[in-house]
């Protein structure tokens, strides 16, 4: 079975990808390049990898990729909506 390793750094995003005896191993290009990211976690259910980023321009935030490598989106849907009065 193949392994799939996700690494968050001051970088980026970094997936890497290993045959079932963990010889041989491909990286990704960073995606959220540039950013501190704090988290990432892999949802078989669709194939997405989400991250927990932070900027010092934009902030915090949740990034989704659903095509593992090569693009990372704001996740519009995670934005708590505020409450109005």
């Known amino acids: 079975m193949p392994v799939l390793l996700l690494v968050g750094t001051r970088e980026g995003t970094f997936v890497l990808k290993g045959d079932s005896g963990r010889n041989r191993w491909t990286t990704?290009?960073?995606?959220?390049?540039?950013?501190?990211?704090?988290?990432?976690?892999?949802d078989?259910?669709?194939?997405?990898v989400w991250t927990a980023v932070n900027s010092p321009?934009?902030?915090a935030r949740l990034q989704v990729t659903r095509?593992?490598?090569?693009t990372?989106?704001?996740d519009r849907g995670s934005?708590?909506?505020?409450?109005?009065h």
């Open 28 to 42: 990704s290009v960073p995606f959220s390049a540039g950013e501190d990211v704090y988290h990432a976690v892999f």
């Open 44 to 48: 078989p259910r669709d194939l997405s």
């Open 57 to 59: 321009v934009w902030g």
């Open 67 to 70: 095509d593992l490598d090569r």
């Open 72 to 74: 990372a989106v704001l």
């Open 79 to 84: 934005i708590p909506k505020t409450a109005s």
